[in-house]
């Protein structure tokens, strides 16, 4: 008899986005004639930058010549190529010293943050700010981390950290002492940055209770603020203490092509039972190159473009149009009434639901009387309840439509 492992049984309902799209079908096969506009999953609009496409057309070519073939790269960690570009671009020119095999590039942000707890032992106790990007979450408890749910959602062995908007969405280090605790700045689904001091003292925190932080830095091209750090390994101490997931759907539209990449320095050390030191890098080396090819060469050289002159300033122009959409979005909101938070170093507006209405509530609303496609506060956890997010990776032309319903409601 084979058994299934019941962890997944312990899931309080299907993942966030389906809901959505379960919904979002639903109302479309009673409504045909209705026009959606889609401001709720976070996936991109704008076209990969010129400079990307070209790059890959001539991997492509290559791939076609027996000479500059290429097949497996070395053990599915990436090219030297692209970990190079990585290295420099991303980390070394903002003082950040981080060595080139010490990026793994992978498929994604989304399975890195998912796959890197399996090399963390069961027994750890993992705090996430609430409300939360689900996949954090969702993962600890398909592995066995967590116990069950209670009825507003949380599960045993988590940590949960309030962000509210008294602490500006960014959760304080918790009192007691936690093994793992996963960061996400810029915020998925609040918008909020954390600060130089208040990562200082996540690194401090980390440091004195041999925590490991899962720092998910996905939106760090959307900061504008030049204060705010786009690493946490601008933090002095940092790279003792986190790993760093990175993407590049987001930043430069590659959520149909996938790519993105993990930092796991090599002084990060985990512990076995009986205290002894472990280095991470060594362990996540193991499982990536067990469990993974690599990302195909095409891809790799396309990624490596966007750090190239032109990939750089084409993609400027990309992210100043969602700029854009989001600083529209929060204006016009705040002249309708509405308590708006993110959008500024963020391309997600999370907003307050009028007249204390329910996140769900106010999600069939939008979808019924306006046509508008957003994502339940609620769905991100229990402090999200009251909360709506919007995205800022609609066409222009569809956030000035959105905008128009939104005041007709």
Not at 9 to 23: Q, V, W
Not at 172 to 182: F, H, L, Q, S
Not at 204 to 226: G, H, Q
Request: aromatic fraction near 12%.
């Amino acid at each position: 008899m084979a058994r299934i492992n019941e962890n997944y049984l312990k899931l309080k309902a299907g993942y966030l986005f389906p809901e959505i799209g379960r919904r979002v079908r639903g109302f479309v096969a009673e409504h045909p004639e209705a026009r959606i506009i889609r401001m709720g999953i976070g996936d991109v609009t704008q076209p990969l930058a010129p400079a990307v496409v070209t790059a890959m057309q001539k991997a492509v070519a290559e791939m076609g010549q027996a000479a500059t073939f290429k097949g497996y790269d070395d053990g599915g960690v990436g090219y030297a190529f692209l970990r190079e570009a990585i290295r420099k671009a991303d980390f070394t020119d903002r003082g950040a010293s981080i060595a080139a095999d010490e990026i793994f590039v992978s498929d994604g942000a989304k399975c890195d943050t998912g796959n890197m707890q399996e090399i963390l032992g069961l027994d750890n106790v993992v705090a996430v700010a609430d409300p939360v990007y689900p996949v954090y979450v969702d993962t600890n408890v398909m592995a066995g981390r967590t116990g069950d749910a209670n009825a507003v959602g949380q599960y045993a062995n988590i940590v949960y950290m309030p962000a509210t908007a008294e602490n500006g969405f960014v959760p304080e280090p918790p009192k007691e002492a936690v093994d793992m605790a996963y960061l996400c700045f810029p915020n998925n689904p609040t918008g909020a940055v954390a600060t130089k001091a208040q990562l200082t003292a996540w690194v401090d925190y980390a440091r004195a209770n041999k925590t490991i932080i899962l720092f998910d830095a996905a939106y760090e091209a959307f900061i504008t603020d030049p204060d705010i750090p786009h690493s946490i390994y601008e933090i002095d101490g940092a790279q003792e203490v986190a790993v760093e997931f990175r993407s590049f759907s987001k930043t430069a539209g590659f959520t149909g092509v996938r790519c993105g990449y993990s930092v796991v320095p090599k002084a990060l050390k985990g512990y076995t039972r009986n205290g002894e030191a472990v280095d991470l890098h060594r362990l996540w080396n193991r499982r990536h190159c067990t469990k993974f090819n690599g990302v195909s060469y095409v891809t790799q050289v396309g990624a490596a473009a966007v750090y190239s002159d032109a990939g750089q300033a084409q993609i400027r122009e990309t992210l100043a149009i969602y700029m854009d959409n989001a600083r529209r979005v929060c204006e016009a909101l705040g002249k309708l009434g509405y308590t708006v938070f993110g959008g500024v170093n963020a391309p997600y507006i999370w907003l307050k639901t009028p007249d204390n209405m329910g996140s769900w509530d106010f999600f069939d609303k939008l979808l019924n009387e306006a046509h508008v496609v957003g994502t339940p506060g609620v769905g991100f956890g229990p402090a999200g309840e009251g909360y709506f997010r919007l995205t800022a990776f609609a066409q222009p032309d569809q956030v000035d439509e959105a905008l128009t319903r939104f005041a007709a409601l």
